[in-house]
């Protein structure tokens, strides 16, 4: 991968934190229309345009904020696919305060043009064992 290239992902990985800390309706259109995104909660999965949709409205329409510090973000690509896998911290907030969660993100991007939008995320909080 281009140097640019891995800039242009790991941009796309960093993105989202920044739309969800800001309530952007809108963070939708970061997934393909195909998409499966599923998240860390219970009936946090959605299949199709819609369901996207409907998932990140229902999120923007929670109290708590949530963003990410990741302290590793992994990311090969082969050309137009990128393999992301992201180490780091949750920090949910509420009433102005944060939390660290440990937090790791694995995913796919695919590129149309210039955007990468996700294929497939998968999001989880790993047990301390």
Known sequence: MTADGETA??????????????????????LEDDALPVGSEMGERAEGRKAIALLFAGLMTKPRTVRWAWDRLDVATEGD????????????????????????????????????????FHRSEPAAG
């Not at 780091?88 to 796919?108: I, K």
Request: proline content about 5%.
């Open 9 to 30: 992902v790991r941009a796309a990985v960093e993105r989202p934190s920044h739309r969800l800390l800001s309530k952007d309706a809108r963070i939708d259109d970061e």
């Open 81 to 120: 696919v990128a393999w992301i896998f992201a180490d780091g911290n949750a920090l949910p907030g509420e009433n102005g305060g944060e939390s660290a969660v440990p937090y790791r993100l694995s995913g796919v991007r695919r590129r149309r043009g210039d955007t990468w939008r996700w294929r497939l």
